[in-house]
């Protein structure tokens, strides 16, 4: 039977480089990808891994208590 679990993820794009980065704080991991499509899915097949191995480990899955928010700063 398969579950399913949701990971937050922040994308943002590196137009120097022109291409997308993915963050899963849950696993403390990175993903990288052409298009943001691309790095989307580097980023599950990324936590899909990490999934296994904490199977195969014998780990609990994280439960994903990222805090997001923005912050305000003096631009002098």
Known sequence: MEHEQQFLVLFE???MEK???AYI???RLGARGDTLEEA???AK???QMA???ARI???SLPQGDAIVESIT???I
């Open 51 to 53: 999934i296994a191995l």
């Open 19 to 21: 291409n997308f980065t």
């Open 45 to 47: 097949d990324l936590a």
């Open 40 to 42: 989307r899915e580097n």
């Open 25 to 27: 704080p849950a696993f």
């Open 57 to 59: 480990s014998g780990k």
């Open 13 to 15: 794009e590196d137009k």
């Open 73 to 75: 700063v003096a631009t």
